[in-house]
Nanobody, 120 residues
Framework: QVHMVESGGGSVQAGGSLRLSCATS????????MAWVRQAPGKEREGVAS???????TYADAVKGRFTISRDSANNTLYLQMNKLKPEDTAMYYC??????????????WGQGTQVTVSS
C-alpha cells in the first residue's frame, strides 16, 4: 500500500503562516498528480491545490495568492506553504495522489490528515 503522512498543522493567529508537509513511504512516480484537499466541519471537501507531472499548479480561488504548492521529487515530499491565513482556512488538510488531477478531488491515495486552526 502507498502511505502518505501529513505534518506541520497547528494553531495560528490570522495573518500567520504554516508549512504543511506530506511524506510518502513509497515512491510516487513523478507522473502522478499530487494535491491538498481540506474539509471543515459541516462542509464538503474542497480541493485546495494540485501539482501535476510538469509542475503545473492549480489553486482554489479562495487561496490564490496566499498558498503555494510544491513537490520535492528527490525525497518524494509534497508541501503546502500557507501565508496570510484566515479563520475560514480552518479545516483538516489531507494530501492525496493519483495518476491524474481530479476536479472532484476523488483521489486514489490519501493521508490521514493534519488539523489547521486559525484564530481571529
Amino acid at each position: 500500500q502507498v502511505h502518505m503522512v501529513e505534518s506541520g498543522g497547528g494553531s495560528v493567529q490570522a495573518g500567520g503562516s504554516l508549512r504543511l508537509s506530506c511524506a510518502t513511504s513509497q515512491y510516487i512516480p513523478k507522473t502522478y498528480c499530487m494535491a491538498w484537499v481540506r474539509q471543515a466541519p459541516g462542509k464538503e471537501r474542497e480541493g485546495v491545490a494540485s501539482i501535476d507531472h510538469d509542475g503545473h499548479t492549480t489553486y482554489a480561488d479562495a487561496v490564490k495568492g496566499r498558498f503555494t504548492i510544491s513537490r520535492d521529487s528527490a525525497n518524494n515530499t509534497l508541501y503546502l506553504q500557507m501565508n496570510k491565513l484566515k479563520p475560514e482556512d480552518t479545516a483538516m488538510y489531507y494530501c492525496a495522489a493519483d495518476f491524474r488531477c481530479w476536479s472532484n478531488s476523488d483521489y486514489m491515495f490519501w493521508g490521514q490528515g493534519t488539523q489547521v486552526t486559525v484564530s481571529s
